[in-house]
Nanobody, 129 residues
Framework: VQLQASGGGLVQPGGSLRLSCAAS????????IGWFRQAPGKEREGVSC?????????YYAESVKGRFTISRDNATNTVYLQMNNLKPEDTAVYYC??????????????????????WGQGTLVTVSS
């Protein structure tokens, strides 16, 4: 089971980035996937999570609601995080993480109660002028 995050970079405030999380070793639709981030000197936090392709109510942290959108493409085993109107406080290393066959319990992981079992390497997002 592997998760590969990509798409980070340097962007100006107000700009956009799309992160990708490529999954291999399992059927994506069986796996809840989330994006987490950790800024320097801060604890890791859940950004956005989605439990399945039919999940109509993904989780978003309050700080990103209305700006970030999570989506998944089961045909390519990829989960995306579209990040718009980026702010300097969004600067962090972003990780994708997953857990199979867990359902809505995964949303507790997004809120910091527990941790997914599978993690990808991080991708750095820097928002600066």
């Amino acid at each position: 089971v592997q998760l590969q995050a990509s798409g980070g970079g340097l962007v100006q405030p107000g700009g956009s980035l799309r992160l990708s999380c490529a999954a291999s070793g399992f059927i994506l639709d069986d796996v809840a996937i989330g994006w987490f981030r950790q800024a320097p000197g801060k604890e890791r936090e859940g950004v956005s999570c989605i439990i399945s392709s039919s999940d109509g109510s993904p989780y978003y942290a309050e700080s990103v609601k209305g700006r970030f959108t999570i989506s998944r493409d089961n045909a390519t085993n990829t989960v995306y995080l579209q990040m718009n109107n980026l702010k300097p406080e969004d600067t962090a290393v972003y990780y994708c993480a997953g857990e199979p066959h867990i359902g809505r319990v995964f949303y507790y992981y997004c809120q910091g109660y527990g941790s997914p079992g599978y993690w990808g390497q991080g991708t750095l997002v820097t928002v600066s002028s």
